[in-house]
């Protein structure tokens, strides 16, 4: 890292420009030099400087002045002052504007390397917490419900082996949070999480996106590919949608999953990964299989540890603190005053049916932040404004299912409809079935394939 940084010296001698230029230029670093202020402030306009290095006494604009404009402009790198007319006075002022050291002249090269150095790893070191602290916010998981606590157990007796996850869930659950936690709490966790979702990725294309290509592989493959594998190379790939993975490219994935090797396209040996591959589907696995449509080889090579996210409708004790969770997050990211949800409107967030769960939530919070008026508290009059389905009753409307894949909105309005007859007919599988137009059997069926908990429907409607 040292040897790439990039350091702004500022002095009014050229002699001393020229020593500090030369010792730091021969210690690897790349240094810019500039004799007054102004010409400094110039340069930081138009590039970026890993470390700054100034004297205080300067004509025109001095130091300590430098660095209120430093701060100013939102400079972040770290900011040496050094001086050979120093007094305690200057150095608490240099600190307090910002400085992170304070050096007297004459100069020693190797305590002023020290300095530098130290001062760098201080900067890396603040930059990646602050990286991780704001990875943190975006992927942390959220809940107070009794679903979730028995799911977070399940991942924590996971995490810490190589089994092989499957996780299951309706689109919109947070199955690559999931599966994010699952790295995050492993022995991989200071390798990579890579994530490809198989459903996005043309099928021509599937196989080069996973295990990269070589130049000239195919047309338009105009130079070396890295893949998927290679590039989760002692960590974790997640496959988001591995039901939408094409047959062909499943037995390719098989023999990868069995032999721990890849092979890229156009290439002409095999090539070791140390890869745990973690999946997520919010299709029937097991069904698929019956109809041919998935490897049943494969299938039991993935579907060693299920894990299966409730749906918002499994989970509505967690609406309240996700709703706070998204607030203080959506308001961060644009700059918006964090505003307070009313009793009423959490109640009427609670009651709807979440066919885009969590991810349909986080988007009502940010339109509702963006739309109600005023500064105070979000009441229920506005919410039909940022979530038109509430007003539609207990019945069910199609248009309610929002944007998305069609087969998508088809599963969301089904799992509605067959949720709202059901609590209509008092959970009487018989007489619910007959109102749908379907045989008993297949109504237990289709609550399967869709997700529908009957016994956690009832109790939460009791």
């Not at 130091?63 to 007319?85: I, K, N, Y």
């Not at 109809?291 to 894990?307: A, G, M, S």
Request: aromatic share 4%.
């Amino acid at each position: 890292m040292s040897a790439k940084a990039h350091l702004l010296i500022i002095d009014d001698d050229q002699n001393t420009l020229a020593s500090l230029a030369r010792a730091f230029r021969l210690a690897g670093y790349e240094a810019t030099v500039a004799d007054r202020a102004a010409r400094a402030l110039g340069l930081l306009e138009r590039q970026r400087f890993d470390l700054i290095l100034s004297d205080v006494v300067m004509p025109g604009k001095d130091g300590l002045a430098l660095l209120e404009d430093l701060r100013g402009l939102g400079v972040t790198a770290p900011v040496v002052m050094m001086s050979g007319q120093a007094t305690v006075e200057m150095a608490v002022r240099a600190t307090r504007l910002g400085a992170v050291d304070f050096i007297e002249k004459p100069l020693s090269t190797e305590k002023l390397l020290v300095t530098v150095e130290n001062a760098l790893r201080l900067s890396r070191l603040e930059q990646e917490n602050r990286q991780l602290r704001d990875r943190l916010g975006r992927h942390a998981l959220v809940w107070a419900s009794r679903a979730m606590e028995q799911l977070m157990a399940q991942v924590e007796r996971v995490a810490s082996g190589e089994t092989r996850v499957t996780i299951l869930g309706e689109s919109g659950t947070g199955k690559e949070l999931i599966a994010r936690t699952i790295h995050e709490k492993s022995p991989r966790h200071a390798g990579p999480f890579v994530t490809l979702n198989c459903a996005s990725v043309p099928a021509e294309l599937i196989e080069s996106e996973l295990f990269g290509h070589e130049k000239g592989a195919f047309t338009g493959a105009a130079g070396r590919r890295v893949g998927k594998f290679e590039q989760a190379d002692g960590g974790t790939l997640f496959l988001d949608e591995i039901g939408d993975m094409p047959l062909a490219m499943q037995a390719k994935l098989l023999r990868v999953l069995e032999e721990g090797e890849i092979e890229r396209v156009g290439g002409e040996g095999p090539i070791a990964v140390d890869v745990r591959v973690v999946v997520a589907t919010h299709r029937d696995l097991e069904r698929m299989v019956r109809e041919d449509t998935f490897r049943q080889d494969l299938f039991h090579r993935i579907y060693v540890f299920p894990l299966r996210l409730p749906s918002l409708r499994e989970r509505i004790d967690d609406i309240p603190v996700l709703v706070e969770h998204f607030t203080r997050q959506v308001a961060e990211q644009n700059g918006w005053k964090p505003r307070p949800f009313a009793a009423a409107t959490i109640a009427e967030l609670k009651r709807y049916a979440w066919p885009g769960n969590v991810r349909e939530l986080r988007n009502v919070v940010e339109r509702l932040l963006l739309v109600a008026p005023g500064d105070g508290e979000i009441g229920p009059d506005v919410l039909r404004t940022a979530l038109p389905a509430l007003g539609a009753g207990p019945g069910v409307s199609a248009a309610a299912f929002g944007s998305g894949a069609l087969a998508e909105r088809v599963e969301g309005f089904e799992r509605a409809t067959i949720e709202a007859e059901l609590k209509r007919q008092g959970f009487h599988i018989t007489n619910t079935a007959k109102v749908l137009g379907l045989e008993r059997s297949h109504l237990y069926k289709k609550c399967q394939q869709l997700g529908i908990d009957l016994d956690a429907l009832r109790r939460r409607e009791a």
